[in-house]
């Protein structure tokens, strides 16, 4: 399956800062492992995002003038459906829900910094098809 390009650098971006968090959440958190398993269970959250937008922008560009209805449609599912879940994490408190969203947030800095991961990505692949 080849990925597009544009969400393989989102993904990496999302991943990244996952990985920024998870150094600083060790000078300052106490409970490692709540905050780990929060942390990370916002980037996957943040990540199957990213998916699901591009599938759904992906399949409505295809559409023409149906396609604005198709967008919010899956707009709508996808903030729902986090909505929901943390929801259901508030209330059972199996994880922490700020960093869950804090870490789902990730989603839209990597949107931001897309422009450097992008940039850092050509730099990348030059070096592979330099050797």
């Known amino acids: 399956m080849k990925i597009?390009?544009?969400?393989?650098?989102?993904l990496a971006g999302i991943f990244f800062?996952?990985?920024v968090c998870q150094i600083i959440?060790?000078?300052v958190v106490s409970d490692q492992l709540f905050y780990a398993k929060s942390?990370?269970?916002?980037?996957?959250?943040?990540?199957?995002?990213?998916v699901h937008m591009y599938r759904s922008l992906d399949r409505a560009l295809d559409l023409g003038k149906?396609?604005?209805?198709?967008?919010?449609?899956?707009?709508?599912?996808?903030?729902?459906?986090?909505?929901?879940?943390?929801l259901i994490i508030m209330t059972t408190g199996v994880l922490q829900p700020l960093v869950v969203f804090m870490a789902y947030m990730s989603l839209k800095v990597a949107a931001f910094l897309q422009p450097?991961?992008?940039?850092?990505?050509c730099k990348l692949e030059s070096l592979k098809k330099g050797r």
């Open 4 to 10: 597009n390009r544009t969400l393989a650098e989102m």
């Open 17 to 19: 800062l996952g990985i």
């Open 25 to 27: 959440g060790a000078f």
């Open 39 to 50: 942390l990370w269970f916002g980037i996957l959250l943040a990540g199957t995002s990213a």
């Open 66 to 86: 149906d396609a604005s209805k198709i967008i919010f449609r899956a707009y709508l599912i996808r903030y729902v459906l986090i909505f929901a879940i943390l």
């Open 116 to 121: 450097v991961t992008h940039k850092l990505w």
